[in-house]
């Protein structure tokens, strides 16, 4: 199945132009629950806009797939949890966020864990911090584990995305559920959002969490989010235009089923939430991601030089599972699987002396983690045929 019709399954006809088999890639060699995805990853260089529009018109069609957090209350979910002998995790990803990892913590346990037993347990995946964030998550109670010493044998990697595959395996829950560590005015109705529809909702594979971010100084857009604006929404409307409905695609709050998201690979860095969002709805379908509104979220906001990787990150994720090669790769590469391959791009730009400045962004995925022996004796599972 091509990418493009499992990511509008609803529109009958639309597609069927784009699916064109000379830009079909190789299916990976190995047996496993992912290489019906990657079956899946076609080029689509020519999106006709008239599907474009029949996606979006499908999307606004489709409002039961949004909530707020405000719809569901702790007390509720933990009976569904409990009716349903499930086991939730929260996971927090951290690298020198002590000004706000604790009061994080400190939130969830004492909303989440001690008054209602919603959460069974709180992880910070710490990333050799300096600043005291692992001794303070600590404090406030988190189970602190240190990245590099997840999973050993399959080297430390790095960067956010890094983290969250190996929270996979450092944390035990059904559901798992991922928080930035750096929010200012964290509620623990986030993470209650985020649980909603996978607890009432057994047809809810995974929730994506949205806000309105109230823009501090100098940040540009009423809406906050220029990486969001100028690079992550035009690469969707250009390429996965069932993804639209997403209000906040690269929003760090987000819960899924462990069973979908052992099987999907892991941008490491700054690309993990969009390839996480592209993979996730080409393997379960847009109906099985519900989105919630979390209210307001304040973090702090980078300086405009920092965003260009970020952004470059986020391209390269993308033109991936567009099916778009690397410019300059081998041809043999098309061979082989292209989410194999770390791609390292140059982000060429000037300073203000206009001396040049060379920065290099690399995209490197981690498997499904499936495929990881040491998971899978963890676990109990065994690879599919
Ligand atoms: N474990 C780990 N966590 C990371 C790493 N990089 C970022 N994080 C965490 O991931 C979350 C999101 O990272 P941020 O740096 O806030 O990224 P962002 O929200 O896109 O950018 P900001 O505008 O700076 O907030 C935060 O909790 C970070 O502490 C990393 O390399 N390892
Ligand atoms: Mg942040």
């Not at 951290?94 to 913590?105: F, H, K, M, Y």
């Not at 400190?106 to 909303?111: G, H, P, Q, S």
Request: aromatic share 6%; proline share 6%.
């Amino acid at each position: 199945m091509l990418i493009v019709q499992a990511l509008a399954p609803d529109v009958p006809g639309v597609w069927t132009d784009l699916a064109r088999p000379g830009h079909w890639l190789p299916r990976r060699r190995r047996a496993c629950p992912s290489a019906a995805l990657d079956e899946r990853v076609a080029t689509i260089l020519a999106v006709p806009a008239e599907a474009s529009k029949a996606l979006v018109v499908q999307w606004c069609a489709m409002p039961h797939l949004s909530s707020s957090a405000g719809d569901f209350a702790a007390p509720e979910l933990a009976a569904r949890k409990a009716d349903q002998a499930l086991t939730v995790s929260v996971c927090l990803p951290a690298r020198n966020e002590v000004s706000t990892v604790g009061l994080i913590t400190t939130a969830i346990r004492e909303r989440l864990m001690d008054e209602t037993p919603l959460v069974d347990e709180i992880l910070v995946l710490d990333d050799r911090s300096t600043d005291g964030t692992a001794e303070a998550a600590q404090t406030a109670g988190a189970d602190v584990v240190a990245v590099q010493d997840v999973l050993p044998e399959a080297g430390p990697g790095d960067g956010k995305g890094n983290a969250l595959w190996k929270s996979l395996f450092a944390g035990n829950g059904d559901l798992v559920c991922w928080v930035d560590s750096d929010i200012r005015n964290f509620d623990p109705a986030f993470v209650v959002g985020l649980l909603g529809p996978l607890l009432t909702d057994t047809a809810t594979s995974f929730t994506k969490g949205f806000y309105h971010r109230p823009v501090s100084e100098g940040a540009g857009t009423a809406r906050g989010g220029r990486v969001t604006e100028l690079m992550a929404r035009p690469v969707i409307s250009r390429f996965f235009p069932a993804l639209t409905r997403f209000v906040q695609p690269l929003a760090g709050e987000y819960a899924g089923r462990r069973r979908l998201l052992e099987t999907l690979p892991f941008v490491e860095g700054w690309g993990v939430e969009l390839g996480l969002l592209i993979d996730v709805v080409a393997r379960v379908g847009v109906g099985a991601v519900a989105q919630v509104d979390l209210g307001t979220r304040e973090h702090r906001n980078r300086p405009l030089s920092e965003l260009g990787p970020q952004a470059t990150a986020i391209l390269t994720t993308a033109l991936r599972r567009a099916g778009v090669a690397q410019i300059g790769a081998d041809s043999s590469a098309l061979g082989r699987s292209v989410l194999d391959r770390a791609v390292t791009t140059e982000l060429v730009r000037f300073d203000d002396a206009h001396s040049i400045e060379r920065i290099e962004v690399n995209v490197a995925e981690r498997p499904p983690i499936i495929e990881i022996p040491a998971y899978r004796a963890k676990f109990g599972r065994e690879l599919s045929a």
